[in-house]
């Protein structure tokens, strides 16, 4: 039996902004453009004054989001805790998490079942994928219209439809 050695994770370090430089300069022009913006409204003497002060405060708004992508982007994440979602699977498991992994599978599979409809039969294919079979169902509808008649009164059609 062989085992795999693991070599210590170098990290490599970003220096200045970090590694979303792009989200750093759009979030800093932004937050510039707002203020500007802002700056002309209140001090520019303007008729339009109140509208220049509230685009730049949006403006601001919206460069929220790209100091959101900056600062996510910029979140260290070590090798070893990343180990279960590239699909590597650890060596040793502990039981309480494979009992908290299947009860969230059962549920999980109890809440999509209950969503299916009651009358329709699911097939399964080769490939694993689920699809609803071929079945017709008849609906009743009901219109109201109005008749031709010298009566006002409105009368019930019912009309089935196959589906």
């Known amino acids: 039996m062989s085992t795999v050695q693991e070599d210590p994770a170098t990290e490599k370090r970003y220096g200045g902004v970090g590694r979303c430089k792009c989200s750093f300069w759009f979030a800093?022009?932004?937050?510039?453009?707002?203020?500007?913006?802002?700056?002309?409204?209140?001090?520019?003497?303007?008729?339009?004054?109140?509208?220049?002060v509230y685009s730049g405060a949006i403006i601001i708004f919206f460069s929220l989001i790209w100091w959101v992508f900056w600062y996510t982007g910029n979140i260290d994440v070590s090798p070893n805790e990343l180990e279960d979602d590239v699909g590597l699977i650890k060596v040793k498991k502990s039981g309480l998490s494979q009992v908290v992994r299947r009860v969230s599978d059962r549920l999980s599979n109890g809440i999509r079942n209950s969503f299916r409809k009651k009358g329709q039969s699911v097939r399964e294919e080769p490939a694993g994928h689920n699809r609803p079979s071929n079945t017709s169902t008849d609906v009743s509808l009901s219109t109201i219209h109005d008749s031709t008649n010298a009566s006002s009164s409105k009368t019930f059609l019912r009309e089935t439809l196959s589906v």
């Open 28 to 52: 800093v022009a932004h937050d510039i453009l707002g203020v500007f913006i802002i700056l002309v409204g209140v001090f520019g003497g303007l008729v339009v004054h109140d509208l220049f």
